[in-house]
């Protein structure tokens, strides 16, 4: 299956604009040289390789970009955007583009989402990520309730896997859990769902 960037499909011109103004990033610069891609630790899942992706957006092709898998399947390492020669924040424009798809409701990889929520209730409960806890409310979310439970033995005997949260001291759980709710208030003003 051929799944690169279709060039006959409808554009929008205001696209290009909007990713960059939003994620502060001068895409137009890019000239696909493929650093992007070949240094991409999960290119192999994408269904649209970063390069792909950044020459969309050049060309306005909003559906096509905000429809990709990739955009959900980003592991945000910022690899790509050590490896840009033009110095383009690779991974800041996959995250813009990501609240973009978010916000129209084009969430393509749902389980990802999920994650995402799970991981940010520990981390505005507890000032920082409580593994056991991410799991349970993950499985929970995504109905995967014995989804690598095989793991947990080998991870618990090895002390990966803390049964009590680690609790941010000093108020720290306090100062991040305003952060978030900042965060929040802002995403419900522009109509993003937090």
Not at 155 to 175: D, M
Request: charged share 25%; with cysteine.
């Amino acid at each position: 299956m051929n799944n690169a960037i279709d060039i006959s499909r409808m554009r929008d011109p205001s696209f290009t604009a909007e990713v960059e103004a939003q994620s502060g990033q001068k895409v137009s610069t890019c000239y696909q040289c493929g650093n992007c891609t070949a240094g991409c630790p999960a290119g192999f899942v994408y269904d649209r390789q970063v390069n792909q992706i950044m020459r969309g957006v050049q060309l306005g092709l909003k559906d096509q970009v905000l429809n990709s898998r990739s955009l959900w399947m980003c592991l945000s390492c910022s690899t790509c955007s050590l490896r840009c020669p033009n110095d383009i924040d690779v991974a800041a424009v996959m995250e813009t583009l990501r609240h973009m798809a978010r916000k129209e409701g084009r969430v393509t990889v749902p389980k990802v989402e999920k994650f995402w929520f799970s991981f940010l209730d520990t981390v505005r409960r507890f000032g920082r990520t409580y593994e056991i806890g991410t799991m349970a409310l993950y499985m929970l979310r995504s109905m995967r309730v014995f989804t690598d439970v095989d793991l947990a033995p080998t991870a618990l005997a090895k002390q990966k896997l803390g049964f009590k949260p680690h609790v941010t001291p000093n108020g720290g759980a306090e100062a991040v859990g305003r952060i978030l709710k900042r965060y929040e208030e802002r995403a419900r003003r522009e109509g993003v769902r937090p």
